[in-house]
């Protein structure tokens, strides 16, 4: 569970000195996605109202990953922030005294719902929508953001505790279909993600669609996709 991550709206650069993910072949398309606003109508887009709240049925190749993904997005000065939630179906192993450990250690109210694990988050946006800082399950900041939604590449830190990781974002948009890749150029020590490649669209308030996304990890790959129900 530990594992899981937000991160909605997700470069192949040889830095000196930093090793390099092996090449490989475009493993998504954006087929079955309908296009959303473009990044000339993202620059002028509409604001996003407060307590605007949506839904999406995240699917994974990793089991237990999928589950219903719930954000309420709330303006503040200078950004946004998120509230939301994940429901997931519990390891079908795992022991019920553990799920309390679990419920003990998040400080979780309300840790299981119609027999599902309820994981709460909030996440700090800039007025772009790229993501500040994460907390819930783990807590992530970044320096400057995530640059989720700036143009060509883009770099920054992600940092969790006292370890930082160095990425690299890419990102571009045809006719309404945006399209990233993000590098780890710089891993950080005891996590194994290396590179994420998304296609998603965007409302007229800049909020993500729908979304596929193919990750590559030290012990593997994972494909996923995120549909919005509301």
Known sequence: MARKCVGLGLGLMLLAGCTTPEAR???LSPS???PGITAAQFDTRQSVPNKYHVTYDFKSSVPEESGLYEFTYHPREGG???AGFILVDPPEDIDPQDLQNMAVQMQATEFLQDGKIKL???VALDERF???NVSGITKVRYEPHDCSSTLGECKFTRIKGNKREKRV???SENGGIWHRIETVVRPMAGEDELEVETYFTLDKYGVVQDSKIWRRTKSGEELNT???LK
């Open 130 to 132: 790229q993501g500040l």
């Open 120 to 122: 709460p988050f909030n």
């Open 32 to 34: 079955g996605l309908k």
């Open 169 to 171: 974002s890419v990102l």
């Open 226 to 228: 995120a549909t919005r």
């Open 25 to 27: 072949k475009l493993q």
């Open 80 to 82: 946004h922030r998120i």
